[in-house]
Nanobody, 126 residues
Framework: QVQLVESGGGLVQAGGSLRLSCAASGRTFSRNVMGWFRQAPGKEREFVAGITWRQDRVVYGDSVKGRFTISRDNANDTVYLQMNSLKFDDTAVYYC???????????????????WGQGTQVTVSS
């Protein structure tokens, strides 16, 4: 089992930056593929970024490429999402997610992630 708690959301002006954190507990964190998703009101949950446990593969959703950076600190059981050049359309609830054990690659489908945090709200004012 992996428990996930996000933090770092808030209100920011367009063009600004935020860094989200996801603190994980559970003995398998360092081996889990981790991902960030987001969901805006009335929209489907969308893949944002994912990272393997060795950090040798990182995948981004098209809408955030070049602006967001995912990273992880396995020693401290934390994954981060650095968000720069924020746009109004980035407004959403952001969720941290973990794939189950023995799932070694980044997946972009929410169905491939077994564990989820409660989400943190990011609001970008235009």
């Amino acid at each position: 089992q992996v428990q996930l708690v996000e933090s770092g959301g808030g209100l920011v002006q367009a063009g600004g930056s935020l860094r989200l954190s996801c603190a994980a507990s559970g003995r398998t964190f360092s081996r889990n593929v981790m991902g960030w998703f987001r969901q805006a009101p009335g929209k489907e949950r969308e893949f944002v970024a994912g990272i393997t446990w060795r950090q040798d593969r990182v995948v981004y959703g098209d809408s955030v490429k070049g602006r967001f950076t995912i990273s992880r600190d396995n020693a401290n059981d934390t994954v981060y999402l650095q968000m720069n050049s924020l746009k109004f359309d980035d407004t959403a609830v952001y969720y941290c997610a973990a794939r189950g054990p023995f799932r070694m690659d980044v997946a972009t489908s929410r169905a491939e992630y077994a564990y989820w945090g409660q989400g943190t709200q990011v609001t970008v004012s235009s």
